[in-house]
């Protein structure tokens, strides 16, 4: 059974259509991620998960279960905006907020400490919020998205804000989350970070799904009609097929026409004696991808 379940979900205000017949699913143990430009939906759809919005229309799964209380105690929020109360312990604010979500208090701080030691924290367990740089700050709030060990845990920007070493430090987590079982959903305009972590994605625009599906799969269905030859001599002139080249050293470009594949290409190569010592069909990065669908959307 999934652990996220959203079945046409449709919300509208006044007259503005924000989320028009969403529908997705998040399977634990996977990074899935829910991406698109500013105003596109993301965040109702997220609020709507949290039921801190009800769907016009729709269906709405946690686990199998509509939203009522014990399954909304199995999820884990990390907003983009950060809030904790910032007079109070690092330590009792994880506790405290922990227990809200009806978790037991003992294991709760086991996790959390152990968490805290893995972020270099534990020392800083007793300062208050208030006493904590942004980084540091970051990092406490998402011990506290995770403390009471969630099913499903929503991230809004979570490497915001955070320096080389914490964001790898957080990446490994998230990753080690998965491999729990754990169903991550990441929301997030960095592509790059989507593309190093996500397994699935879920892109919106004007409310309206744009692509779903498994990000190696959305990249092979953009990918360019080119291929990339590393030889150490040039490239017979001749090739069938080629439109355009563009060379960098030992490294050729090559743009193909419609009717010939890389696989073809690589088969003129080898027949002409050329040393391929790297042959790559271009892919374009998912940055690259999101802004051509955006535009044709």
Do not use: W
Not at 199 to 224: E, P, V
Request: aromatic letters at 6%.
């Amino acid at each position: 059974m999934p652990t996220v379940q959203l079945s046409h979900i449709n919300k509208t205000y006044g007259t503005a259509r924000v989320v028009d017949d969403v529908s997705f699913e998040v399977d634990g143990g996977e990074i899935f991620a829910l991406i698109g430009p500013n105003g596109a939906g993301k965040s109702t759809t997220i609020r709507m998960m949290m039921d801190i919005i009800k769907p016009d229309s729709g269906e709405i799964l946690i686990n199998g279960d509509h939203l009522g209380e014990a399954a909304k105690n199995r999820i884990g929020y990390l907003p983009e905006e950060r809030g904790l109360y910032r007079k109070l312990k690092i330590i009792d604010t994880i506790v405290y907020l922990a227990s809200l979500k009806g978790a037991d208090t003992a294991a709760a701080v086991t996790r959390a400490e152990n968490m805290l030691r893995k972020f270099d924290l534990f020392d800083h367990r007793f300062k208050k919020i208030e006493e904590l740089s942004k980084g540091m700050g970051q990092l406490t709030q998402f011990v506290v998205t995770v403390a009471h060990n969630p099913d499903l845990i929503i991230l809004d920007e979570p490497f915001a804000g955070l320096d080389p070493v914490n964001s790898r430090l957080l990446k490994d987590t998230i990753r080690e989350l998965r491999a729990e079982g754990k169903a991550v959903i990441l929301s997030t305009h960095r592509m790059n970070e989507v593309q190093e972590m996500c397994d699935r994605l879920f892109m919106i625009n004007k409310g309206r799904r744009l692509l779903y599906g498994k990000l190696d799969d959305i990249r092979r269905q953009y990918r360019a009609h080119a291929a990339v030859v590393e030889s150490p001599t040039p490239l017979p002139e001749n090739l069938t097929g080629v439109l355009n080249r563009q060379v960098k050293g030992n490294l050729t470009e090559l743009q193909l026409d419609t009717a010939t594949s890389p696989q073809a290409l690589l088969t003129q190569l080898v027949s002409a004696g050329v040393a391929v010592e790297r042959f790559e069909v271009v892919t374009p990065s998912l940055d690259e991808i999101f802004v051509r669908v955006v535009k044709q959307s």
